[in-house]
């Protein structure tokens, strides 16, 4: 124990010191954070590249451990591959997150190397156990793992928006394993989560609002990539799914905000590494929040999740599923509370009264094809324009067509006209319509207008050469229809 709390100051004390000199040396080579008043909005630059004090402070702690500690000392660890999966893979994914903090790396070249980095880790015994016994246990966990460590490392880069968020969300994730290790006797997790601890904590000194440092990708990548390698340690001890159900709930802000991401853009089909203002962290501050006490909300929020994850990996079993359905609750009304315009469009378009509209829609312009596609003259083509533009809630509706005109008029009230619009039907036709101020434009309408032209330009030729009945010629007036 003594050499947990040791390991931890050592970490503390060397990110604190290391920090402002880093700071200070980025700031003299303009190694800084430009504001931009779209995503940035800091008032002055900040030096960035904040990773580097905490990987070197955290490698440094360990380093003095093992040459200061006395020879007659062993030090247990329970896991013997843990730092020789944690320590080559996180230098991987430091490096790619250093060279995109200085040169710029396209996402494709970021997501590369931290798959490389993950599979490493993999590959030297970072895993999750949670498919024990099973048959394809090994074809089922490597996947997943990975998925795990990547979806992590983006994680918390992701929410890295906001003074001291990501540091703050990172401590927090630590401090909760740190403890369920200490609890369950896992002496080797705690070993490597302790020095992570105590330079986040020193780090968040100098990076809490309003921030004199930023962690860049360096940082973020590898504080979300060690988090991820700590739950799948973490999540060993059942051999079982629930045995990842603490680790997702430690890391619940970052992965939730994520997900939101991804599902965002989804449904307003923008790329997915394109960047938005529309993080939790974008939505708290929207809310009206100044930036510190937005940090300090969700510092509340990681907080309550750290909780149930304890909950959840000192409970017994049968309480799990209740625990379980608490949690996903309060993230349901937390993620109603923060109004993404998204998913309540989503909601009202998956509601039972909004898919039978889209249902009696299609099956409106289905049948109104076919009607198009039957027309054998341009008479037989004009009464369905009239039935049409009569559903539609049209005025009037004017059809020019191979030198022959016709009018129907659906609107005799002296109400004002608020539009009047002209469709080409081709090279030989148009349609005129117009629509009263007080009538409102059904959804169907683009839909249907389209239709009609498209069928009309499809069937020009074949409506051109129909023999015109004699008692058919000239312009037709039909005033007062239904």
Same mark, same amino acid.
């Given at each position: 124990m003594h050499a947990i709390v040791g390991l931890g100051m050592t970490a503390f004390l060397l990110c604190l010191v290391a920090t402002p000199l880093c700071?200070?040396?980025?700031?003299?080579f303009n190694i800084v954070d430009q504001p931009d008043n779209v995503r940035k909005f800091h008032l002055k630059p900040i030096p960035r590249i904040g990773g580097i004090p905490i990987v070197f402070s955290y490698a440094g702690a360990l380093g003095l451990m093992l040459i200061l500690a006395p020879h007659d000392a062993k030090i247990s660890v329970q896991h013997g591959k843990l730092l020789w999966s944690l320590l080559p893979a996180t230098g991987l994914v430091f490096l790619t997150g250093l060279a995109d903090d200085i040169i710029g790396l396209k996402p494709w070249?970021?997501?590369?190397?931290?798959?490389?980095?993950?599979?490493?880790?993999?590959?030297?015994?970072?895993?999750?156990s949670i498919l024990d016994g099973h048959p394809y246990s090994g074809w089922l966990t490597i996947p997943l793992s990975l998925i795990w460590l990547v979806g992590c490392t983006n994680a918390?880069? !992701? *929410?890295? =928006?906001?003074? #001291? /968020? %990501?540091?703050?969300?990172?401590?927090? @994730?630590?401090?909760?394993?740190?403890?369920?290790? !200490? *609890?369950? =006797?896992?002496? #080797? /997790? %705690?070993?490597?989560?302790?020095?992570? @601890?105590?330079?986040?904590?020193?780090?968040?000194?100098y990076n809490f609002s309003p921030a004199s440092i930023f962690l860049g990708d360096c940082g973020s990548l590898t504080i979300g990539f060690m988090l991820g390698c700590f739950g799948l340690i973490w999540s060993q001890r059942t051999g079982t799914m629930l045995g990842m159900a603490a680790p997702l709930m430690a890391l619940a802000l970052p992965l939730v905000d994520v997900g939101l991401s991804i599902c965002r853009r989804f449904l307003r089909s923008a790329p997915i590494f394109e960047g938005d203002r529309g993080h939790i962290h974008h939505m708290v501050l929207a809310l009206g929040f100044k930036p510190r006490s937005a940090a300090l909300i969700l510092y509340g929020v990681c907080g309550i999740a750290a909780l149930f994850a304890l909950l959840v990996c000192f409970s017994r079993f049968e309480y799990f599923g209740f625990i379980l359905l608490l949690f996903c609750s309060l993230v349901w009304v937390g993620i109603n509370c923060l109004g993404y315009i998204e998913f309540r469009a989503a909601?009202?378009?998956?509601?039972?009264?909004?898919?039978?509209?889209?249902?009696?829609?299609?099956?409106?312009?289905?049948?109104?094809?076919?009607?198009?596609?039957?027309?054998?003259?341009?008479?037989d083509f004009w009464k369905v324009v009239c039935k049409t533009c009569h559903d539609m809630r049209f005025a009037t509706v004017r059809m020019y067509l191979h030198d022959r005109s016709f009018l129907e008029v659906f609107n005799t009230s002296d109400s004002d006209l608020s539009w009047k619009m002209t469709l080409s039907l081709g090279r030989e036709g148009r349609l005129v319509l117009t629509r009263a101020s007080e009538d409102k434009p059904p959804i169907l309408m683009v839909s249907v207008l389209n239709h009609l032209q498209e069928c009309m330009i499809k069937k020009e030729h074949t409506l051109a050469t129909t023999p015109i009945p004699s008692s058919r010629t000239g312009t037709h007036v039909i005033s007062g229809a239904a």
């Open positions: 700071r200070d040396i980025f700031q003299r070249q970021k997501l590369s190397g931290q798959t490389v980095a993950a599979v490493l880790a993999v590959a030297l015994g970072a895993r999750t918390v880069n !992701l *929410i890295d =928006g906001l003074d #001291g /968020l %990501a540091a703050g969300v990172g401590l927090f @994730a630590t401090l909760v394993t740190l403890l369920a290790a !200490l *609890i369950s =006797g896992n002496l #080797g /997790l %705690a070993m490597a989560t302790v020095p992570l @601890a105590g330079c986040l904590l020193a780090f968040l000194h909601r009202r378009a998956l509601s039972r009264k909004m898919i039978f509209r889209v249902l009696r829609e299609e099956i409106y312009l289905h049948e109104l094809n076919r009607s198009l596609m039957e027309a054998e003259s341009i008479e």
